[in-house]
Every structure is written in C-alpha cells, then in structure tokens.
C-alpha cells in the first residue's frame, strides 16, 4: 500500500527558507519519477517540481531559482529546498509519484498524504 508522508512546513517571513520532505514507502521509490505540488485553497493541486529516476529536475517558472527539489533513495524521501519564500507560495504541498501523460505529467498514485502547510509572511 501506497503511503507518501510530507512534514517540514510552517511559518516564515518573506524572504525565508523551509525544507519540506516526503517520506514513500509501499512504492520502488528508485524507479519513479517524483513531483512536489501546491495547492491554493479552492483551487485544484499544481506541479511545481519534478525529480526523475535519474536525477534530472524541472520547475514551474515562478519557482525557478528559488526551489531545488532533490531525492535520497536510501531514505525513500524526497526533499523541496525552499528559499526566498514569498507570500505567493502560500499553500498546502504535496507530493506524488508522476507519470507521462502525453507532453505532461500525471499523479502515479491515487492516494495523496496529509500534505504540509506553507504559510509565508509579508
């Protein structure tokens, strides 16, 4: 059974950093493609990095710079490194395993965790 656990978010002023972590377990961690969501109250989850089997990363454009996603497959986790946090990046982060949907990418799993809450300080 599937279990994706993500813990590191808080409180912080603009301009700070947070670590955010995603614990897997249930899954051939290794062998996935990883993405970090956020999700804005009422709106529907957005991918804002991808971390592949191989290690290659890609970002949404308003997080580029700021965000470095990363993965430790020993630890089954993988990690969002967060600095120069704005008020903009308010949101409940997620993560999931993806998968190819045509040009873009798709949640592998149907289960989401509990998320963390990000909340940035003007």
């Known amino acids: 059974q599937v279990q994706l656990v993500e813990s590191g978010g808080g409180l912080v002023q603009a301009g700070g950093s947070l670590r955010l972590s995603c614990a897997a377990s249930?899954?051939?961690?290794?062998?996935?493609?990883m993405g970090w969501y956020r999700q804005y109250p009422g709106k529907q989850r957005e991918l804002v990095a991808t971390?592949?089997?191989?290690?290659?990363?890609n970002y949404k454009d308003a997080v580029k710079g700021r965000f470095t996603i990363s993965r430790d497959n020993a630890k089954n986790t993988v990690y969002l490194q967060m600095n120069n946090l704005k008020p903009e990046d308010t949101a409940g982060y997620y993560c999931n395993g993806l998968r190819r949907f045509g040009s873009s990418w798709q949640e592998r799993f149907g289960s989401w965790g509990q998320g963390t809450q990000v909340t940035v300080s003007s």
């Open positions: 971390i592949s089997s191989d290690g290659s990363t």
């Open positions: 249930g899954i051939t961690f290794s062998a996935i493609t």
